[in-house]
């Protein structure tokens, strides 16, 4: 029997992705580079599926079905570079290499190059769902040739996650569109994140709740408007306790975020594409500060006592309609990033579609994005979301509530940043004047660089001081 999928590099996220096509009826080779774990893996957690192993490359390539279609589960980085030196003598001509990692997309365009001089076909694939996803259901961006695609499309649309909208799958798009298209969902993931944070971060310090309450109003919102996977892994983060001490987990967990690099990938993308995204921006930023620990413990010191402000527990309504404002923003920064890349890079991604597939099965799955896809499809020039009077009377109805609780915040020495450079933003693309005419007048006089005028066409230099 030989596989119709091979699966390289058997972390839990290898393990699951390799059972759920199995589950799917499909029979999948695994490789590990330890046998070790494949070993493991098969004895521990396969049972009636069609899964067969190799321990050796060779032996596992020869045991796909030509032509072979390999899903490279592995590390993003060098290891993706080193599994595929490793496979390439084996390849034959219209094989499919997929990596399914979260992998820079220019990395992507670098592999995607080299193998095509040797005829392998090649997806960069975003993978979102976790471990539970990867198992049951992910959503997966892929990008690349499409008939790449078509190769695998059947399996992919089996194994990912499924909405009324259909299976949360599609072809994003050229090249790299599928990392890149991942990439930004994780840059929404860290300020959506980071927007929770400093949620609760006012319920816990300002409005003196307890871990507990602080999780029946998550699980409330989660009803709501709001309903989304980070929301719902929040109020059960609420929940757990630690067996040890008695204690929320949470309470006991240190406060320094971690990041492998996504969020910072997409502010980087974002500056070079000239894409206005501050509150996904910040929210990297937020993981960077919380890393000074001995720092922030010093100078919290040497600043004194921070005088918080008291509010009440109406205040909670707010809170709930801010977090929608900056979700709202956060999704509409993303999808203006994800349309310049489009352009700039050829990648012809349908945002729509996008949209779609982000309904199930991902970490930024929301309800919000029915709303939001909505909003497009009426205007599918709509790259921001917020040129439609709808869009507009959402945001706005939200906006008292997000300046109060930003103020409270503010008067309370609590840094709120995705909720503060949102509310930046939006007051800014609102604006019809900005003082950028003060900034081109400061850069023309040190500077000669020169400005244009609103009164006639042409651009102008003055000499702003005369140099002796
Ligand atoms: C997903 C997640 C996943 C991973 C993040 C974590 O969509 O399933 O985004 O890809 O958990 O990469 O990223 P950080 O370690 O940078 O927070």
């Known amino acids: 029997m030989k596989a119709d999928v091979g699966v390289v590099g058997l972390a839990v996220m290898g393990q699951n992705l390799a059972l759920n096509i199995a589950r799917n009826g499909y029979a999948v080779a695994v490789y590990n580079r330890t046998a070790e774990r494949t070993k493991k893996f098969i004895e521990e957690r396969v049972k009636a599926e069609k899964i067969i192993p190799s321990y050796d490359i060779e032996h596992f390539v020869a045991s796909i079905e030509r032509p072979r279609k390999i899903i490279l589960m592995v590390k993003a980085g060098t290891p993706v570079d080193e599994m595929i030196e490793e496979l390439l003598p084996h390849l034959e001509k219209g094989d499919l290499l997929v990596d399914a990692g979260n992998s820079h997309y220019a990395d992507t365009n670098r592999r995607l190059e080299k193998l095509s001089h040797h005829g392998i076909l090649y997806l960069g694939?975003?993978?979102?769902?976790?471990?539970?996803?990867?198992?049951?259901?992910?959503?997966?961006?892929?990008?690349?040739?499409?008939?790449?695609?078509?190769?695998?499309?059947?399996?992919?649309?089996?194994?990912?996650?499924?909405?009324?909208?259909?299976?949360?799958?599609?072809?994003?798009?050229?090249?790299?569109?599928?990392?890149?298209?991942?990439?930004?969902?994780?840059?929404?993931?860290?300020?959506?994140?980071?927007?929770?944070?400093?949620?609760?971060?006012?319920?816990?310090?300002?409005?003196?709740?307890?871990?507990s309450e602080?999780?029946?109003?998550?699980?409330?919102?989660?009803?709501?408007?709001?309903?989304?996977?980070?929301?719902?892994?929040?109020?059960?983060?609420?929940?757990?306790?630690?067996?040890?001490?008695?204690?929320?987990?949470?309470?006991?967990?240190?406060?320094?975020?971690?990041?492998?690099?996504?969020?910072?990938?997409?502010?980087?993308?974002?500056?070079?594409l000239g894409v206005p995204t501050p509150s996904l921006n910040v929210a990297v930023f937020a993981r960077t500060i919380s890393h000074f620990k001995e720092h922030r413990r010093e100078l919290s010191r040497v600043f004194g006592e921070k005088s918080r402000v008291t509010s009440d527990k109406s205040l909670i309504k707010d809170l709930e309609k801010s977090l929608l404002l900056t979700m709202f923003l956060s999704f509409s920064q993303g999808l203006w990033l994800i349309h310049e890349a489009s352009k700039a890079y050829n990648y012809n991604i349908d945002l729509p579609e996008v949209l779609r597939i982000w309904k199930g099965g991902c970490i930024i799955r929301a309800r919000l994005l029915n709303y939001l896809g909505a909003i497009l499809k009426e205007n599918p020039e709509n790259i921001n979301l917020l040129a439609s009077n709808n869009a507009m009377d959402f945001v706005k109805e939200k906006l008292s509530?997000?300046?109060?609780?930003?103020?409270?915040?503010?008067?309370?020495?609590?840094?709120?940043?995705?909720?503060?450079?949102?509310?930046?933003?939006?007051?800014?693309?609102?604006?019809?004047?900005l003082p950028a005419n003060l900034i081109q007048a400061q850069r023309d006089f040190f500077g000669a660089h020169t400005f244009e005028r609103v009164d006639k066409e042409g651009t102008f230099h003055v000499e702003w001081q005369k140099l002796e």
């Not at 630690?242 to 971690?258: F, M, R, S």
Request: glycine share 10%; proline share 3%; hydrophobic share 40%.
């Open 401 to 433: 509530s997000a300046l109060k609780v930003s103020s409270i915040a503010r008067e309370s020495g609590l840094p709120t940043p995705v909720l503060n450079s949102s509310i930046d933003y939006l007051f800014s693309l609102t604006e019809e004047n």
């Open 125 to 211: 694939m975003g993978v979102s769902g976790g471990e539970y996803g990867a198992l049951h259901g992910p959503s997966i961006m892929p990008g690349g040739s499409l008939e790449a695609y078509r190769m695998l499309q059947d399996v992919l649309t089996k194994i990912a996650a499924k909405t009324e909208d259909g299976p949360c799958c599609t072809y994003v798009g050229n090249s790299s569109a599928g990392h890149f298209v991942k990439m930004v969902h994780n840059g929404i993931e860290y300020a959506i994140m980071q927007s929770i944070a400093e949620i609760y971060d006012i319920m816990r310090k300002i409005l003196r709740m307890s871990t």
């Open 214 to 272: 602080i999780g029946q109003v998550f699980e409330e919102w989660n009803k709501g408007e709001l309903s989304s996977f980070l929301v719902e892994i929040t109020y059960k983060i609420m929940e757990y306790m630690d067996e040890e001490t008695g204690k929320p987990l949470v309470e006991l967990i240190l406060d320094t975020a971690e990041q492998k690099g996504t969020g910072k990938w997409t502010a980087q993308a974002a500056l070079d």
